[in-house]
Every structure is written in structure tokens, then in C-alpha cells.
DNA sequence: TTAACTTACTAAATCGGTTTAGTTTATTTT
DNA sequence: AAAATAAACTAAACCGATTTAGTAAGTTAA
């Protein structure tokens, strides 16, 4: 059973290359190749089990059928469900998906984009850095077909999709408020990302909405290399002082889990002592001890929204307006933060 | 900044394409290319930013530089967090991967190995569903370099790396019984897959050797797709009856996380009414309620492992002996089992 | 001083497809 | 019956690299 090529198809069958090539890719009929022609090379390529050599196919077409996806890491659930949204779609639609991580290194991020350009895919999706202006100019020059998500360059005009970060964090911090929380901290990533920027903007326009200023000292920043230690650290300072906070707002789902690791140590009640609310949410959310409100994030949606956009892109060669999606998060209520204080 | 081919270095450069390439692919010395010339080319390429087409380098060289890694859902944690070390570990070797889930639809997975070879990847990694010994058997005949992990072809000898599954469970079945638990549910998907039958045989030899017959009627198997109801079904039957169980194992994460759920809405306490345990975990069982006592699988050694063999095999023309490994799993300990019972 | 090596290159074939620009034969139209 | 049109193909160029098989000029050896 040796490998079989376009040109053993064609000698078989005493026929051209070319009208090989014209029947398998649908072209048959265009191009005026008869009708028994047609069914005997259909017959002999299924028969023989004949697959085109993609590296030739796309070499000779100048595009691959393969999208790139460039995300901060592909072991974070949040990115490991986008994916599979977005590799399943791809999969419809005959595309198949090259995916690197840059575990938020905008060195690797640049190499990844530029090694994924090298590769030929024909488009990519990038939960970015937001360190890579010069980058994201270039393929916009060279109007090469992309979309961001998660994670887009507000200064630039790209296509993306994003969800309403601000609009989240105020929500569900006015859930809080609205519960009797009166001394809420925050707990979050250092800046440079602007979903998280958002997350702070929407906690404190919550916090001003009810009249409150937001006191500095009660917004503690994480570095993400040290974020275990970073957040008992952050927490025992926002908790054992002379104005404690009575409720705590996690920016990422990873900060709430190991928030929540920490209170249980430190022996502080959730929701008695300090309530807690998780940006983003784990699956076993539900689950935990206590269960945990969070703000999700439409991880179908987002694959969808990313897939259509992209590949109408890739489809279409006149130049469309940028298209920008913001979709809304869900707030879902636990028990984390009890239920309405009397105090 | 138009795209530059090989050509235009070239041509720039006034020197042949040979002498580029040979150059840039390092073998300037051996070709006896003069110093000067490789030092002119180097310079100019790197100052112009030159990247070779991976697809034209791929089709003439028969090798693309990618690996595809074939598994059953890219959005399970254990899945995403292997693809995660292998993609690290593959790309620190210089190749991508190519990933896609088959969603334990062996149909799918026939496609997507036959779609990965005919892109040509240099090697598979494929966590199978067990249903396509006739692609396993094409693949080892055309000495095409793969590696299972997870699910392997008992009957067909290849490269594999999996967890001792057996002694996993037979540990953990071990633990609840000398913990006082006299009888032992075990909630498990319909059969099929090896890792699976393995955990089942490890629960009954951890009975036997208690002198305790496993009791057909303390085994739940469950349909993978309707799996929500059917736990909360199996755990009603297990524990409201006659002979009510006073332990559960649970084979996978997601189905020790929904009986968790299942529990809980039942009103069952664990571990008083009832101990569970989880085989292979989710990194938030230490802050549900109660955390769940584990057998966690070595995560970043089984993506070693693969990766290693893998690479080996690609880089060998010889043809050497299979390489299987059975990796040790871990008993994390929790309070889901609860201490001594004294009864 | 000429044959035999080296050195430093290059032309052209090749990888396996796609596609453009024809070609040949048969059929209509005028 | 000649010109025009259509039907059913095919030869060869091309995609952008790698690689084999040379070649020309300069050195060394006999």
C-alpha cells in the first residue's frame, strides 16, 4: 500500500494531472470535464484512498486551510474551552487549528506570530499580551486576517471580541453593596492587561455610584509569578487591620480559588466574616465551600463570535469595517456573599 | 515592506539560492562556502527579517516541523493541561502542534489521523478512543512515528505512555476500606475504554483482597453523555436502599465532581453518610466541600514521556523496540474520606 | 606544464500539488 | 464548405523552498 500522488491517479486512469486535480477539487464541471471522466476519477481516488498533500495544495494556492491561535496558555480552563469552541467550529468549516501558548511573554508572542505567518495559516485568533503594537500593525498592513479576544489594543482600530469587563465588575460589586457590604477590597492583577483595567474601573465606579470612595489601600495588585503567596499576603493585610474589609472581589478565577484557599487557613467565614466574588469562573465553582457568585464569561459565545468573524474575513477580499463585538458576562449568584446583612 | 523569498535574498545579494539556503540552514561550512559570503548573507537576512516558507521547506524536505496531538476534549483539564507541557516541551524542540479533538467519536479521530498525516506532521500523539485498530495498524506499517497516552491498544503493541490505573484505584478502594468502610460503590463510565476497565479491575481486586465480593450491584455505569442524571440516578440507587453504600469511587474528575453536587442536593454528608473518592483530579478539589481525596495522574511527566519518546522516534531511522510506560499515580489524601470509623 | 585537487560557488531538478493558456476534435452557424 | 463555437481535454508554468550534480578558477603535485 504505498503512498499514493495526484500523478499515479492520473497515470492509472491514463488522464492529465490537471484534470485529476480540477474533478477532485469540484471543478470538474467548469471546466467541462465529461461526466464519465469525472465519475471514474471520484471512483479510483475514494477507492484508492487518495488524500492531497496539504503542504503542496497550500504552497501552490498560497493558503494552508489552518488558523492559528495564540493564547496566553492553553491550560487555563478559560482558553481551553474558547479553544475547543473555536477548534470545533474551524473543524465545520474544513480549517484545522495550529494553537501556542506565550504564557504572556510578548517575546514569544511575537515570535509565535511571526513563526504562525511563516507557516502559512491563513488566519489567526490572539488572546494577546498587549505588547505587541508592532506587530498587530504589521498584519494589519499587510491586511492579513485577524481577530483578537479576550485581551485587544484599545488604541488600535482591529477587529475583536471581548466581554463587558467594566460592566461585570460593577455589577457584581454592586450586588455587594447592595447586600450591606460597606468596606469592599479588590483583589487583582497588576495593571497592563485592559480587561483587568476595566474589572478596577467597573469596581470603582460601583464604589462611587454608592457614594464610597474607593480607598487605595483596599485594592491589592498580584503579581502573576507569586500569585499564591501574593494573595494570603493580600488578604491578610485587607483583612487584619483596623478598617477590614467585609467582602472581597477576585478579578480572575484563579485569584478566587486561591482566595478562597487562604480564607479558609486564616479560618475566616465566608460569607460571615468577608464575602467573596469571583471574576470568571471555574466549573467546580458550585461546588466549593461556599459556593462562589461569579461573573461568567459566554465562553461559547466568544469562540463563535471569533470563528464567524475571522473567517469572513478570510473569505472576503474588499476591505470591511472592523468589527468589534462586547458581549455580556451573566452574574451568577452563590452563596459567597450571603444574603442581605442587618448590621 | 513587501515579503521577501529566498529569491530576493538572492538576488540582493548577488549570489545563488543555493547559496542562501545552505547558508541559513547552517550548512555554509560543510558546503564550503567562503566566510565572508555566509557572514553577507546572515546579516542581510536577519537585518530584512527573512523567514523561510515552512510549507515550500516542508514539501521539499518531506517534514513540516509539527506534531498533531489528537485527544478526546481539548476543554478537559486533564487534556489541557497535558497539550499544555507537550506543546511547551515541542516547541523548545522547534515544532508546532496541531491539535483537535475527537470528542471519543472514532470516526472523527479516523478522519483527523488520516487529515494530520495528510498534512504531513512529522508524528501523532493521540489519546485514542480505542475504536481504530485499523489506523493504529496502517500507522505502525507505514513506521509512522506515534504515541499513544491515556488510552492505549492492549492488543497492539506500540509506543504508550499511561498511569497505573489498576493499582490506582485498587489504592484508593484500599484506603476507604481500612478506613472502616465496608461497602464500596463504584461509579464508572459504560465500558470501553482501557484506562477505565482498569480502574474497575483495581476496585474488585482491592475487595477480593479485604475477602469482600464486589457485589455487581455497587458498580454504576454510566452513559458519557447523559451523565449529569445518570450519576444522580446511580448515587439514589447506591444510597437508598437496603444495603446502603458508605463509600463511593468515582472514576473521573466529572463524575466525582457531579456526585459531589448529587450528594449535596440529596443531603447526604460526606464523608459521615457517605466517603467518596475521586480517580484523577480538578485543581479546585481541595476548596470544595469536603476536598475530595484524589489519585491524581502525573500530569507533566505523561506529557515528558510522550514527547520524549516521540521526538526519538522521529530522530531515529532505526527501527527500535516500543517504548511503553507505566507512570505512578499519587493518593492526595483529603477529608472526603473522613478518618477511622470506629462503627 | 599538465593532471589532479580544492575552493567557492551555481543551474537545474525536485517536492506534489494548482492553474493558465492552449490544443484537438466535434458540432454549429452562415 | 468555410468560419465560428463548443466540448473535452492537456502541457507546462508555478508556488518557494531544498538538494544533487555540476562548473570555473585557483592550487598543488608529479
Not at 44 to 67: C, D, M, V, W
Not at 159 to 175: L, P
Amino acid at each position: 500500500m504505498k503512498k499514493l500522488y495526484l500523478k499515479d491517479v492520473a497515470r492509472e486512469l491514463n488522464v492529465s494531472k490537471t484534470a485529476v486535480s480540477l474533478v477532485l477539487n469540484g471543478k470538474g464541471d467548469e471546466n467541462k470535464i465529461s461526466y464519465d471522466t469525472q465519475q471514474k476519477i471520484i471512483n479510483f481516488a475514494k477507492k484508492h484512498n487518495y488524500i492531497p498533500n496539504q503542504l503542496a495544495r497550500g504552497l501552490s494556492r498560497g493558503k494552508s486551510e489552518t488558523i492559528g491561535l495564540i493564547i496566553p496558555n492553553i491550560s487555563d480552563t478559560f482558553y481551553s474551552k474558547v479553544a475547543g469552541v473555536i477548534e470545533r467550529k474551524a473543524k465545520e468549516k474544513g480549517y484545522t487549528v495550529l494553537f501556542s501558548s506565550s504564557y504572556e511573554d510578548p517575546k514569544t508572542e511575537g515570535e509565535l506570530i511571526l513563526s504562525m505567518l511563516n507557516r502559512q495559516v491563513d488566519g489567526l485568533i490572539i488572546a494577546s499580551t498587549q505588547q505587541n503594537k508592532k506587530e498587530i500593525e504589521f498584519l494589519k498592513k499587510e491586511k492579513f486576517p485577524f481577530v483578537l479576544f479576550d485581551r485587544y489594543y484599545p488604541e488600535n482600530e482591529t477587529d475583536y471580541v471581548i466581554v463587558d469587563n467594566f460592566y461585570g465588575t460593577k455589577k457584581v460589586t454592586e450586588h455587594l453593596l447592595n447586600l450591606g457590604r460597606k468596606k469592599v477590597g479588590f483583589i487583582t492583577l497588576k495593571p497592563g492587561l485592559e480587561p483587568i483595567a476595566q474589572r478596577l474601573m467597573g469596581y470603582k465606579e460601583a464604589l462611587k455610584a454608592h457614594n464610597l470612595t474607593s480607598k487605595e489601600t483596599y485594592v491589592k495588585e498580584i503579581g502573576r509569578e507569586e500569585y499564591f503567596s501574593e494573595v494570603e499576603k493580600a488578604i491578610i493585610d485587607l483583612t487584619a487591620r483596623e478598617q477590614a474589609v467585609d467582602a472581597i472581589v477576585f478579578s480572575t478565577h484563579y485569584l478566587a480559588s486561591q482566595g478562597l484557599r487562604v480564607l479558609k487557613k486564616l479560618n475566616l467565614k465566608v460569607p460571615d466574616d468577608v464575602a467573596i466574588v469571583s471574576f470568571d469562573e471555574l466549573s467546580a465553582f458550585d461546588i466549593v465551600e461556599p459556593p462562589v457568585t461569579s461573573v461568567v464569561q459566554p465562553v461559547n459565545e466568544i469562540g463563535y463570535s471569533v470563528i464567524e468573524i475571522l473567517l469572513n474575513k478570510i473569505g472576503s477580499t474588499v476591505k470591511t469595517e472592523f468589527q468589534t463585538r462586547v458581549l455580556k458576562t451573566k452574574l451568577e449568584i452563590r452563596s459567597s456573599c450571603g444574603s442581605f446583612l442587618s448590621t
